[in-house]
T-cell receptor, first 111, second 117 residues
Framework: QKEVEQNSGPLSVPEGAIASLNCTYS??????FFWYRQYSGKSPELIMS????GDKEDGRFTAQLNKASQYVSLLIRDSQPSDSATYLC???????????FGKGTTLSVSS | IAGITQAPTSQILAAGRRMTLRCTQD?????MYWYRQDLGLGLRLIHY???????GKGEVPDGYSVSRANTDDFPLTLASAVPSQTSVYFC????????????????FGSGTRLTVV
């Protein structure tokens, strides 16, 4: 059973809209959650981390965590064409030794 | 510029050959990791090292070996390459070993695109 699940997309939104990306995880003991952005042909880049239930905002990005539902999401406000990328959700594994990644959601923002 | 350097950037390798992918970081991070990324399968952990002198197996370790002689270097060796090892390989590091408490995110290298023919 895969530990981190994401819809593969593609998710298409018009410029200026809110993009909502979702992720579920299987390990109830997980404490650390991350969102990475990966442009085609490039390496993953950390954009958000979240550890506590609720919302965490950083500029146009908001991460939301609900540990009871084992759900973490990423909202991108005022989406720009430059936000078009694959977004990877990641959770610390049960052994606490490494990040487990979802397969990613591809976001396309049209101008 | 601080970060992770991977070499080579890309390589075409004959099946059965031995190959070492190099990874060097200058951030003095304790932990280092090797992932492979394949279309439809995402990023999968191959091996990790929480500190110099120690290594551990990840999700897909077969056919790969690693060593961690010092803090900065974490090479990945394919002893006898096979076509199924065709992939993009990413090295990553973090400034403390994994824990089930708060954990800082990883910094990734730019990757090595390996094709085994």
């Amino acid at each position: 059973q895969k530990e981190v699940e994401q819809n593969s997309g593609p998710l298409s939104v018009p410029e200026g809209a809110i993009a909502s990306l979702n992720c579920t995880y299987s390990d109830r003991g997980s404490q650390s959650f991350f969102w990475y952005r990966q442009y085609s042909g490039k390496s993953p880049e950390l954009i958000m981390s979240i550890y506590s239930n609720g919302d965490k905002e950083d500029g146009r990005f908001t991460a939301q965590l609900n540990k009871a539902s084992q759900y973490v999401s990423l909202l991108i406000r005022d989406s720009q064409p430059s936000d078009s990328a694959t977004y990877l959700c990641a959770v610390i594994n049960q052994a606490g030794t490494a990040l487990i990644f979802g397969k990613g959601t591809t976001l396309s923002v049209s101008s | 510029i601080a970060g992770i350097t991977q070499a080579p950037t890309s390589q075409i390798l004959a099946a059965g050959r031995r190959m070492t992918l190099r990874c060097t970081q200058d951030m003095r991070h304790n932990a280092m990791y090797w992932y492979r990324q394949d279309l439809g399968l995402g990023l999968r952990l191959i091996h990790y090292s929480n500190t110099a002198g120690t290594t551990g197996k990840g999700e897909v370790p077969d056919g790969y070996s690693v060593s961690r002689a010092n803090t900065d270097d974490f090479p990945l060796t394919l002893a006898s390459a096979v076509p199924s090892q065709t992939s993009v390989y990413f090295c990553a590091s973090s400034d403390r070993p994994g824990s089930r408490g708060k954990h800082d995110g990883y910094t990734f290298g730019s990757g090595t695109r390996l094709t085994v023919v």
